[in-house]
C-alpha cells in the first residue's frame, strides 16, 4: 500500500508540476494590423487577427517558449505602442528601415519586396516610375515609407495620407484619387480576390523601394530579440517559413 500511495503522490505532483507550468509560461502582445491581408488582416469569420505575419510569430513563440496574444490596432499606431509598453512585438507587414531603427530593435528579414501602383481601372496609361505621376493627386498610407517617397519623388499635385490600403484602393476606384501606392503583395491580394473591379494594378510599374518587413522589439530587449532571430534562422533552414509564405500565396 505505502509503495502504491507513494507512486500516486509522484504522479500528482507532475501533474501539478506540469500544469504550473504551463500557467506561468509567458504571454507577449504581438501589434498586427487589421488591414493588412495577407500578412495580417482580421478574419471576419473568426474574428481573429490572422495572416502570413501571425502564423510566423506563433511558429516563433512554440520556438522560443511564449504564447502570443494578437493585439489589433492600425499601422501607424504600433510604433508607439511598442515603445511604450503597450505591445512586447510587432508582427506585421513592417520594413527595419534606418529611421524606424532608431526606436526599435528589428529581427533578421522575413520576407523581401516592393511598392506597387494602383489606378482606375479607366485609365490605361503604363506608368513605370513614381515620377510619372508628376501633376496628379495620389494616395498613400500613413507610417509607411511610401508616403514619404510620394511627397520627395512624384512631384504628384497632391499627396493624400490615409489609414489603411483599403481606403487608398476605395477612393482610387471612386476617382477621389488618380493613383494609389502602397504594399505591392497586400494591393496584389486584394485585387486578385475580384475586391475593387474599378482598379488596376500596373503591370509595368518599376518599384522604387525595395526592402524587406521584418519583426520588431523595444529597443533593448536582446534576450527576445535572440529567441526571435534563432526561431527565424531555424524555420528558413526546416522548411517551415517556405511552408507559410506559400500558404498565402508568398
Do not use: C, H
Not at 97 to 112: C, H, I, L, Q, T
Not at 136 to 164: M, W
Amino acid at each position: 500500500m505505502t509503495t502504491m500511495w507513494i507512486k500516486r503522490a509522484l504522479i500528482t505532483i507532475g501533474m501539478l508540476a506540469v500544469a504550473a507550468t504551463a500557467q506561468a509560461q509567458t504571454v507577449l502582445k504581438v501589434g498586427s494590423t487589421p488591414t493588412g491581408v495577407p500578412f495580417t488582416f482580421l478574419d471576419a469569420k473568426t474574428n481573429t487577427i490572422q495572416g502570413m505575419m501571425v502564423d510566423v510569430i506563433e511558429e516563433i513563440g512554440k520556438d522560443g517558449g511564449f504564447k502570443v496574444e494578437i493585439q489589433p490596432m492600425p499601422f501607424s499606431t504600433l510604433i508607439a505602442a511598442l515603445t511604450s509598453g503597450k505591445i512586447d512585438i510587432i508582427s506585421a507587414a513592417m520594413t527595419g528601415s534606418p529611421e524606424r531603427a532608431k526606436v526599435v530593435d528589428f529581427s533578421k528579414n522575413v520576407y523581401s519586396y516592393g511598392e506597387g501602383l494602383v489606378v482606375p481601372a479607366a485609365d490605361g496609361v503604363g506608368y513605370a516610375a513614381v515620377a510619372d505621376l508628376k501633376g496628379k493627386k495620389v494616395g498613400g498610407q500613413i507610417g509607411t515609407r511610401y508616403l514619404e517617397f510620394l511627397k520627395a519623388q512624384s512631384g504628384a499635385a497632391q499627396v493624400n495620407a490615409y489609414d489603411s490600403l483599403a481606403d487608398i484602393l476605395r477612393d482610387v476606384s471612386n476617382g477621389r484619387l488618380e493613383a494609389g501606392v502602397g504594399d505591392y503583395p497586400i494591393l496584389a491580394y486584394n485585387l486578385a480576390q475580384g475586391n475593387f473591379p474599378q482598379v488596376r494594378l500596373v503591370k509595368s510599374y518599376k518599384p522604387g523601394m525595395i526592402g524587406p518587413i521584418n519583426i520588431a522589439v523595444k529597443q533593448g530587449n536582446k534576450e527576445l530579440l535572440a529567441k526571435i532571430d534563432k526561431s527565424l534562422e531555424t524555420m528558413q533552414k526546416d522548411g517551415r517559413l517556405d511552408a507559410i509564405l506559400k500558404k498565402w500565396g508568398l
